[in-house]
């Protein structure tokens, strides 16, 4: 089997996971998707001959969505609400969809790693911590304080909604 057809089962696999994290009505179900999601993109990444992107997309986007999933579950009270409106049949049913997925990007990553001639072909680009934050905090400043304007934006939104509904009370 070749790069471009793990890349395009992890690709396949980023591209499924991601349709079921809009269209899924069980908010933690969808954050499986969105992991699952991220983690084929960071296979994507590490085939393409990135490796410290694929780290980064696992250790950051992965990681930090969990975080965020946490705090939205804490301000939002999620719980009442996803038991009035979780599915009340098929528990394993549920769940087949990202067992399946993840299954699947497990065997790809699994088939990678023990094929040697696999890692011979690919091409890696050393990129260095050192380098990333050199840009990021030289020739794109701006892209990054817009990015974390817009996450305080989300963050204050997030609170505004999920304030309780008192009269008269101060936010």
């Known amino acids: 089997m070749t790069i471009e057809f793990f890349f395009y089962m992890a690709a396949a696999i980023a591209i499924i996971s991601s349709i079921k994290v809009v269209s899924s009505r069980h908010s933690v179900h969808a954050l499986l998707y969105l992991v699952l999601s991220l983690l ?3 296979v994507c ?3 393409m001959g990135a490796p410290f992107a694929a ?4 250790i ?5 969505i969990l975080v965020l999933f946490v705090f939205a579950v804490m301000m939002f009270g999620l719980t009442q609400d ?3 409106h979780s599915p009340q049949a098929g528990g394993l049913i549920n769940w087949l969809g990202p067992i ?3 299954g699947a990007l497990l065997v790809i990553l699994i088939a990678i790693i023990n094929q040697s001639q696999l890692q011979q072909h ?3 680009n050393i990129i260095d911590a050192k ?3 050199i840009l990021l905090y030289g020739p794109y400043l701006l892209a990054v304080e817009i990015a974390s304007f817009l996450l305080l934006a989300g963050l204050i939104a997030a609170y505004h909604y999920a304030k309780p509904d008192v009269l008269g009370g101060h936010l």
Request: glycine share 14%.
């Open 131 to 133: 380098q990333v934050g």
């Open 40 to 42: 084929a993109v960071a």
């Open 122 to 124: 690919l091409t890696v």
């Open 55 to 58: 780290g980064l997309e696992v």
């Open 45 to 47: 990444f590490y085939l």
């Open 82 to 84: 996803e038991t009035a």
């Open 100 to 102: 399946i997925l993840g």
């Open 60 to 64: 950051v986007y992965a990681g930090a």
